[in-house]
Nanobody, 121 residues
């Protein structure tokens, strides 16, 4: 069983930056591919970014491409989401997720509890 704990969320002005972290425990982190998702108020959960086992094969949603960057440090069992040029529409609860196999859209085996990101004008 893998536990995922997100951190780094908060309140930021539009145009600002945040870096989210997701720390994993209870499993072999390097054997999981990792994804970030988000759920905005009143909306469905949506895919944000994905990274392969060794840090390659990054995939991004069109809405964040060029502004967000996903990375991982297998020695620290942590995946990151660097978010730059934040927009009001990036406001959401952000979740990290782990999968042993599948596509960037799923299925995912484990999910974190989420961290709130609020972008203000």
């Amino acid at each position: 069983q893998v536990q995922l704990v997100e951190s780094g969320g908060g309140l930021v002005q539009a145009g600002g930056s945040l870096r989210l972290s997701c720390a994993a425990s209870g499993g072999t982190f390097s054997s999981y591919r990792m994804g970030w998702f988000r759920r905005a108020p009143g909306k469905e959960r949506e895919f944000v970014a994905f990274i392969g086992w060794s840090g390659g094969s990054a995939i991004y949603a069109n809405s964040v491409k060029g502004r967000f960057a996903i990375s991982r440090d297998n020695a620290k069992n942590t995946v990151y989401l660097q978010m730059n040029s934040l927009k009001l529409e990036d406001t959401a609860v952000y979740y990290c997720a782990a999968q042993s196999r599948g596509s960037n859209l799923g299925p995912y085996d484990f999910w974190g509890q989420g961290t709130q990101v609020t972008v203000s004008s």
